[in-house]
Antibody, heavy 121, light 111 residues
Framework: QVQLQESGPGLVKPSGTLSLTCAVS?????????WTWVRQPPGKGLEWIGE???????NYNPSLKSRVTMSLDKSKNQFSLKLTSVTAADTALYYC??????????????WGQGTLVTVSS | QSVLTQPPSVSGAPGQRVTVSCTGN?????????VHWYQQLPGTAPKLLIH???NRPSGVPDRFSGSKSGTSASLAITGLQAEDEADYYC???????????FGTGTKVTVL
């Protein structure tokens, strides 16, 4: 059973950088899977942020692309998210998840519990 | 603003059948990209309910089923139970946005 756990500061100042890490257990970030970040503003729906593959290849939501960087640390079996120039609109529950692919059909199957990040001075 | 539109809410009595629609366009569902469904119980992370249009992961009751036609997809819940009260999201890929996209979400209420 793959388990994921997000960690990072719960409070970030406006114009600062949001940095989160997702620790993976019961599986390996080096496996043939994409690893993804999804966020959910309070009381609102889900938004795909992006995904990263063990090779380092990454895909980002075009609406966030200029501010997002994802990375992967195989030695620590974890992957990370950085979001720069944050505003109050970036306040959300941030989830990490593993992506399973059956051919061209890809979907997050295992999710972390989520971590709330609030952007405020 | 999501490109996949769902009704804000759907309700039904215990034992009834309810459906949740997910309407896209020619850049996502209509472009033959698969649709996946997630259940989000209050205060919890989303859980994969249906993948690749109509496939249930192990452990998901067969009361849940999915279908896709044209530019839309649907999630059906038969024999509605109180524990099914949750938010439901569809998800697919959009080749115009070059992004994975989620639906707007539907709250299912058991009367």
């Amino acid at each position: 059973q793959v388990q994921l756990q997000e960690s990072g500061p719960g409070l970030v100042k406006p114009s600062g950088t949001l940095s989160l890490t997702c620790a993976v257990s019961g599986g390996s970030v080096s496996s043939d899977n994409w690893w993804t970040w999804v966020r959910q503003p309070p009381g609102k729906g889900l938004e795909w942020i992006g995904e990263i593959y063990p090779s380092g290849s990454a895909n980002y939501n075009p609406s966030l692309k200029s501010r997002v960087t994802m990375s992967l640390d195989k030695s620590k079996n974890q992957f990370s998210l950085k979001l720069t120039s944050v505003t109050a609109a970036d306040t959300a529950l941030y989830y990490c998840a593993r992506v399973d692919c059956r051919g061209s059909s890809c979907y997050p199957d295992y999710w972390g519990q989520g971590t709330l990040v609030t952007v405020s001075s | 603003q999501s490109v996949l539109t769902q009704p804000p809410s759907v309700s039904g009595a215990p034992g009834q059948r309810v459906t949740v629609s997910c309407t896209g366009n020619s850049s996502n569902i209509g472009a033959n990209y698969d649709v996946h469904w997630y259940q989000q119980l209050p205060g919890t992370a989303p859980k994969l309910l249906i993948h690749s249009n109509n496939n249930r992961p192990s452990g998901v009751p067969d009361r849940f089923s999915g279908s896709k036609s044209g530019t839309s997809a649907s999630l059906a819940i038969t024999g509605l139970q109180a524990e099914d009260e949750a938010d439901y999201y569809c998800q697919s890929y959009d080749n115009s946005l070059r992004a994975r996209v989620f639906g707007t979400g539907t709250k299912v209420t058991v009367l």
